[in-house]
């Protein structure tokens, strides 16, 4: 990283977490960027989709702990050990660190990487479909911006951490879709094409 970048980075980080930082946010971040406290905003998606879906809701809910498996292991898995950087919150002085922190590499936000791709899949699954899955969709998405935010807010990443994760997010949702679209044309509705055709000619 060029210095001009890493100071930029350094710089975007103190906006967020110092000059941005409000008491009334505090605990709405904490909320965000914990999935222990934040649970509750997953399972509401999944129990729209079971509800209004009913057995079709099995494939985006696939698809999504799928994409947050590729998802996390690109994040902390192949870069953080392969970049190796090391968190502001143990890197530079005054930070407002709200969070209890364990000792663990920056780049990328596995937390917006997941949130992400989360926010990808069903964005592609209901983004044609009703008002009510439109807004379920972009919830889903604001909310993904919002965790990425936590976590440079409660002190815990850099912005470009941050926008690496989203980044990492939005193509492991999208090659998971497309490997699902081109397994599910290529192979499974071709074979059925062929029985069906094989019946005809019985």
Request: proline share 2%; with cysteine; net charge positive.
């Amino acid at each position: 990283m060029t210095d001009a970048l890493y100071q930029l980075d350094v710089s975007l980080f103190r906006l967020l977490n110092e000059h941005a930082g409000q008491p009334y946010l505090d605990g709405v971040m904490l909320f965000v960027s914990d999935f222990k406290r934040s649970w509750i905003v997953a399972l509401a998606a999944a129990a729209y989709l079971v509800v209004t879906r009913k057995k079709e809701s099995l494939v985006p809910l696939v698809l999504c702990v799928i994409a947050i498996g590729l998802a996390d292991q690109t994040a902390s898995g192949f870069f953080k050990p392969l970049v190796q950087r090391t968190r502001p919150c143990f890197e530079l002085e005054n930070v407002r660190l709200l969070y209890d922190q364990s000792r663990s590499f920056s780049f990328a936000s596995s937390h917006a990487a997941n949130t992400a791709a989360v926010a990808t899949v069903v964005w592609i699954f209901l983004s044609r479909s009703s008002l009510a899955d439109r807004a379920i969709a972009s919830g889903l998405i604001v909310f993904a911006i919002l965790t990425g935010w936590s976590r440079c807010y409660i002190g815990v990443h850099y912005p470009l951490d941050v926008l690496a994760g989203w980044g990492i997010g939005v193509g492991a949702g999208t090659l998971t879709y497309l490997g699902f679209a081109f397994t599910w044309k290529n192979i499974v509705e071709s074979r059925r094409q062929k029985d069906i055709a094989a019946r005809k000619t019985q």
